[in-house]
């Protein structure tokens, strides 16, 4: 999709991709939220499953987040080292930094309550995969270099 070692853009779109070209592949949005600065985009898909994309009213899209359910123990832990996996082999030589918290709890993930992994390139562009432990879901959040601090 990109090339390795950088993170381009989300859902097969490039960075700065227009509202316009992301309305032509996904369609109407569940909700489109907007203010001086971004718009947001969201593609609600089942109680636990979407696309957020935002949007810079210059640039074109900044940044994305892909959230999807999760389950609880193993199940949870075997999604996570899927979804990092993927991500490792589309992204070539970038090594994720991954922390996790211990805990005991049946809702945890694989025995962790939070659990975080993060891809980061050369120029700034980041993939931040997290487990929500509340939700039960999973979140796969992209932003580009252009994201304001």
């Not at 592949?25 to 499953?49: A, C, I, M």
């Not at 994309?53 to 999604?79: E, N, W």
């Not at 996790?100 to 809702?107: L, M, N, Y």
């Amino acid at each position: 999709m990109w090339a390795q070692n950088q993170i381009a853009g989300f859902a097969g779109f490039r960075w700065g991709t227009t509202r316009a070209a992301i309305l032509a592949r996904f369609g109407k949005p569940t909700e489109d939220l907007s203010d001086s600065t971004v718009e947001r985009l969201n593609y609600v898909q089942g109680p636990d499953s979407g696309y957020l994309f935002v949007l810079s009213h210059k640039p074109g899209l900044i940044a994305g987040i892909r959230i999807l359910p999760r389950g609880v123990g193993d199940q949870c832990s075997a999604t996570v080292r899927a979804d990092k996996a993927r991500i490792t082999h589309a992204l070539g030589s970038l090594t994720p930094v991954e922390t996790r918290t211990p805990v005991v709890s049946a809702s945890s993930c694989g025995g962790f309550e939070e659990w975080d992994v993060l891809w980061r390139d050369g120029e700034g562009n980041r993939i931040l995969l997290s487990v929500d432990s509340v939700k039960h879901r999973l979140y796969i959040s992209y932003s580009s270099h252009l994201v304001p601090n």
